[in-house]
């Protein structure tokens, strides 16, 4: 006995010893010092998945219950086929250059018997023009003396920003390069000053604020559609808020409706409090992680839990150093999924219904059976024991994928959405304001939508600049970037642009 009792002592210790290490691998990937596709097995791990249904009740290989997967053919690097021409739209420049002995001895001298062009790409200061609008005053020749002389001058056109220095066009510029090249104002001030423009930070920070203001029904007409999908895709990421003595915490939150919308908020709290902020009003499948502050909305209202398959196999990949024989077993179980899923991520939603109910329940099934099988075999507190009791206890809501064929098995999107967030976090570091989350969230859900449809956002952003402030507020939603491109091609909306004077000025200068 106490020979067993020894080597059992032993094996807990090196266990513990792998826990620790492993421990130490998850810190690091949460830090973001691992690329995302560590969570993958390698190749010829997953070469073996196929012999894991022999393991498991039933004995049947696993590829015997899922379609074929496509064969991957390895990527052939192409040959260069030489320098590729510049875009035609840029404007062209052209120096004629002569031979030494022809400027020596004039043109007349010899016979021109053709030409060699190349053509080299150049870089000039931002084009930034001061529009100056002539208002002449007129009065009638044919008024009556001493009467009242009524003097006629035209009005000056509409601005984003009423009595504003700025246009539409570098109103749209300061907001790109600040939210969605990541600029925080102290640079963008020093961008603008290489192009020979002073313009004060605190300037630029009053323009988005009131512009904010102005996209604000552009932006709720948008969340209010999203409200009407029948599911959500949301999550959340800390922020810091500038405060006199230290800066408190805030968050920004994402809801993402794959297609349509990608919509960002800011709330002070990450609690019931904000989740019921956030999403008011909604009525669907929500998928989220498995985070409490949601659980009330599952409980009392009208919305339906899907949880996230990537959230649950990011535990079985943190037990890889520790119990990496049990780990691989539901790492090619939960792939299994996934394999499927990209299979007929294009398919209509009744064949997804069909294929779903055929090939993934059958995974499903073995999933759970083998994690009750393990749940007593493996020691508390450890990544792998995490992994089960957490897959357990949302068996019911990693399941719900089967019930409708719109719903993702995953949560990718919301997290690579709260990637701009991250990445802009990392350059200008805190917020300054509610007012400054305000104006960040509204022109981040713009741009990230306009990335969603693959819309140019300078444009985009200058155009709608030109029509909000007479635009109708019941057809708010037609400039969204879901509808622009249909907007935009409308002769209604190509008369308004046309005529505007800001846009007209510029584009005749480009």
Same mark, same amino acid.
């Not at 991520?345 to 073995?366: N, Y």
């Given at each position: 006995?106490?020979?067993?009792?020894?080597?059992?002592?032993?094996?807990?210790?090196?266990?513990?010893?792998?826990?620790?290490?492993?421990?130490?691998?998850?810190?690091?990937?949460?830090?973001?010092?691992? +690329?995302?596709?560590?969570?993958?097995?390698?190749?010829?791990?997953?070469?073996?998945?196929?012999?894991?249904?022999?393991?498991?009740?039933?004995?049947?290989?696993?590829?015997?219950?899922?379609?074929?997967?496509?064969? =991957?053919?390895?990527?052939?690097?192409?040959?260069?086929?030489?320098?590729?021409?510049?875009?035609?739209?840029?404007?062209? @420049?052209?120096?004629?250059?002569?031979?030494?002995?022809?400027?020596?001895?004039?043109?007349?001298?010899?016979?021109?018997?053709?030409?060699?062009?190349?053509?080299?790409?150049?870089?000039?200061?931002?084009?930034?023009?001061?529009?100056?609008?002539?208002?002449?005053?007129?009065?009638?020749?044919?008024?009556?003396?001493?009467?009242?002389?009524?003097?006629?001058? +035209?009005?000056?056109?509409?601005?984003?920003?009423?009595?504003?220095?700025?246009?539409?066009?570098?109103?749209?510029?300061?907001?790109?390069?600040?939210?969605?090249?990541?600029?925080?104002?102290?640079?963008?001030?020093?961008?603008?000053?290489?192009?020979?423009?002073?313009?004060?930070?605190?300037?630029?920070?009053?323009?988005?604020?009131?512009?904010?203001?102005?996209?604000?029904?552009?932006?709720?007409?948008?969340?209010? &559609?999203?409200?009407?999908?029948?599911?959500?895709?949301?999550?959340?990421?800390?922020?810091?808020?500038?405060?006199?003595?230290?800066?408190?915490?805030?968050?920004?939150?994402?809801?993402? =409706?794959?297609?349509?919308?990608?919509?960002?908020?800011?709330?002070?709290?990450?609690?019931?409090?904000?989740?019921?902020?956030?999403?008011?009003?909604?009525?669907?499948?929500?998928?989220a992680d498995a985070h409490a502050v949601y659980d009330h909305l599952y409980r009392d209202g009208p919305v339906t839990e899907v949880?996230?398959?990537?959230?649950? @196999? @990011?535990?079985?990949?943190?037990?890889?150093?520790?119990?990496?024989?049990?780990?691989?077993?539901?790492l090619g179980l939960i792939n299994a999924l996934f394999r499927i899923e990209r299979r007929i991520a294009d398919r209509p939603r009744?064949?997804?219904?069909?294929?779903?109910?055929?090939?993934?329940?059958?995974?499903?099934?073995?999933?759970?059976?083998?994690?009750?099988?393990? @749940?007593?075999?493996?020691?508390? &507190?450890?990544?792998?024991?995490?992994?089960?009791?957490?897959?357990?206890?949302?068996?019911?809501?990693?399941?719900?994928?089967?019930?409708?064929?719109?719903?993702?098995?995953?949560?990718?999107?919301?997290?690579?959405?709260?990637?701009?967030?991250?990445?802009?976090?990392?350059?200008?570091?805190?917020?300054?304001?509610?007012?400054?989350?305000?104006?960040?969230?509204?022109? =981040?859900?713009?741009?990230?939508?306009?990335?969603?449809?693959?819309?140019?956002?300078?444009?985009?952003?200058?155009?709608?600049?030109?029509?909000?402030?007479?635009?109708?507020?019941?057809?708010?939603?037609?400039?969204?970037?879901?509808?622009?491109?249909?907007?935009?091609?409308?002769?209604?909306?190509?008369?308004?642009?046309?005529?505007?004077?800001?846009?007209?000025?510029?584009?005749? =200068?480009?």
């Amino acid at each position: 006995m106490r020979e067993a009792m020894g080597e059992l002592e032993s094996e807990r210790d090196a266990y513990h010893k792998l826990y620790l290490e492993m421990l130490q691998r998850n810190r690091e990937l949460e830090r973001g010092l691992l +690329a995302p596709k560590t969570e993958r097995l390698a190749p010829d791990e997953q070469l073996s998945m196929a012999l894991l249904g022999m393991l498991l009740p039933g004995g049947a290989p696993l590829d015997e219950e899922q379609p074929e997967t496509q064969e =991957v053919k390895p990527h052939k690097r192409r040959k260069s086929t030489g320098r590729k021409p510049l875009p035609e739209h840029l404007p062209r @420049r052209e120096q004629v250059l002569l031979p030494a002995e022809v400027e020596r001895e004039g043109v007349e001298a010899f016979e021109k018997i053709g030409e060699e062009i190349t053509e080299v790409l150049e870089r000039r200061p931002s084009s930034a023009i001061v529009v100056r609008f002539i208002k002449p005053k007129y009065v009638r020749k044919d008024r009556e003396r001493g009467g009242d002389t009524k003097v006629y001058v +035209a009005t000056t056109p509409r601005q984003p920003i009423a009595r504003s220095v700025a246009g539409p066009g570098m109103l749209a510029d300061s907001i790109v390069k600040r939210w969605d090249d990541h600029l925080p104002l102290n640079r963008l001030e020093r961008v603008y000053r290489r192009d020979g423009l002073e313009l004060a930070r605190s300037t630029m920070c009053g323009w988005h604020i009131a512009l904010a203001e102005l996209a604000k029904p552009l932006v709720d007409a948008m969340r209010q &559609d999203a409200f009407e999908s029948p599911y959500l895709c949301t999550d959340a990421t800390g922020v810091l808020v500038q405060a006199k003595e230290r800066c408190r915490r805030g968050h920004f939150w994402v809801m993402v =409706v794959p297609g349509r919308h990608v919509l960002f908020q800011f709330t002070k709290k990450h609690n019931m409090q904000a989740v019921d902020e956030v999403l008011a009003g909604y009525e669907g499948y929500l998928v989220a992680d498995a985070h409490a502050v949601y659980d009330h909305l599952y409980r009392d209202g009208p919305v339906t839990e899907v949880n996230c398959w990537a959230h649950a @196999r @990011r535990y079985f990949f943190k037990s890889m150093s520790s119990d990496p024989e049990r780990a691989r077993v539901a790492l090619g179980l939960i792939n299994a999924l996934f394999r499927i899923e990209r299979r007929i991520a294009d398919r209509p939603r009744k064949h997804r219904e069909k294929i779903r109910k055929k090939h993934s329940a059958p995974v499903l099934e073995r999933f759970f059976s083998w994690c009750e099988a393990e @749940r007593d075999h493996v020691l508390d &507190d450890t990544p792998l024991s995490k992994g089960i009791r957490y897959a357990l206890n949302q068996r019911e809501d990693l399941s719900q994928f089967l019930t409708d064929g719109r719903l993702p098995i995953h949560n990718n999107m919301s997290e690579l959405q709260l990637r701009r967030q991250a990445v802009g976090r990392k350059n200008w570091l805190f917020i300054g304001s509610e007012d400054g989350a305000l104006a960040n969230t509204t022109f =981040v859900s713009l741009l990230a939508s306009c990335r969603l449809h693959d819309i140019e956002p300078w444009a985009y952003l200058r155009d709608i600049f030109c029509l909000l402030p007479a635009w109708p507020p019941h057809r708010m939603l037609e400039l969204a970037p879901l509808n622009w491109k249909t907007t935009a091609a409308l002769e209604e909306v190509h008369a308004l642009l046309d005529a505007d004077p800001y846009r007209t000025v510029t584009l005749a =200068v480009e």
